[in-house]
């Protein structure tokens, strides 16, 4: 039996080593206590689903295959977001939608800081803008819903952007103006990752700054987002810590201007994300979408892991 947590504001969230479980508990700590929030359901078996905007995700492989597919009918999902194995037991291999690598980081902790030149919290219109610039999938994303989830995610602590921003006529980089916040404290707190199957975000406005999650340690970013007195910067590369719970941290939205490339940006800040989420005690994952990136974080100690699925219905 699926069966609805309705205690889920003051549930204490299983933190569970893999990206599925990361995006749940992100989704759930940033709209926790809010109508337009996601409703999560555990299975008889022990999986765990969160129904958002119409995507369902799914961590874990104990369910009833029949029942599952049932509920996702009945609950009107318009895309699944789960791991291949999981595709496999409900019998949904053959359905469309894109398939990505999970890559796990396989080596020693790199001591590597934040690369020269990177701005953290940059204005987000500039992020937006490098993302559309870069992925396609983006184009069916409206700015005023991406900005509103990336916010709040980042008000309360459980998401961090990176850029690279300079003169793109060949001047020096912007030095950071602060220095980053610890990652989460290391305590619970959900690419993006620029995948298709990212619900939007219709209509939410960003929390208050002054209302920290209490699964990330409770500890707010140290820096505002786009405020007056942050100058506007031209973007060369942007990354991010966009999911998150206790164990586990999924980096995305790597990015680099067209003109950009072949200079180290994303392999630096993928490093510096690298080495700032395991200074914090989490595995570091990242959602690859394609050959050359895969072949970029291999060199860089990733490892493939498993299939990462978006099943449209």
Excluded at 153 to 177: C, F, N, Q, T
């Amino acid at each position: 039996m699926i069966r609805l947590l309705e205690d889920a504001p003051g549930w204490v969230f299983p933190a569970r080593d893999n990206v599925y479980n990361a995006r749940i508990a992100t989704q759930f700590a940033a709209y926790r206590g809010r109508p337009d929030g996601p409703l999560l359901y555990e299975a008889q078996g022990g999986a765990l689903l969160s129904l958002f905007d119409g995507v369902v995700t799914l961590d874990g492989l104990r369910f009833d295959p029949e029942e599952l597919r049932e509920f996702l009918q009945r609950c009107g999902c318009r895309t699944l977001v789960c791991s291949g194995r999981a595709a496999g037991a409900l019998g949904l291999d053959a359905q469309a939608g894109p398939r990505y690598t999970v890559m796990r980081f396989d080596g020693p902790p790199p001591d590597e800081p934040a690369p020269p030149g990177v701005c953290r919290a940059p204005r987000l219109e500039e992020v937006y803008s490098l993302l559309l610039a870069v992925f396609d999938n983006m184009r069916g994303t409206a700015f005023e819903p991406w900005y509103c989830d990336l916010a709040l995610k980042i008000r309360r602590g459980l998401a961090e952007v990176w850029m690279i921003a300079g003169d793109l006529g060949g001047g020096r980089a912007e030095a950071p103006s602060t220095t980053p916040a610890p990652l989460c404290g290391g305590h619970t707190p959900e690419s993006g990752l620029n995948l298709s199957g990212n619900p939007p975000v219709v209509g939410r406005a960003e929390a208050p700054s002054t209302t920290p999650a209490p699964l990330c340690g409770g500890h707010p970013p140290e820096s505002g987002l786009d405020l007056p007195g942050n100058p506007p910067a031209v973007g060369r590369a942007t990354a991010g810590i966009y999911y998150q719970n206790a164990r586990t941290a999924v980096i995305g939205s790597v990015a680099t201007r067209p003109d950009c490339r072949g200079r180290g940006y994303a392999g630096a800040l993928v490093t510096g994300l690298t080495a700032r989420v395991a200074r914090a005690g989490k595995a570091p994952r990242i959602v690859c979408q394609n050959d050359n990136a895969r072949r970029l974080y291999e060199r860089l100690g990733y490892r493939a892991e498993a299939e990462y699925r978006e099943i449209n219905f």
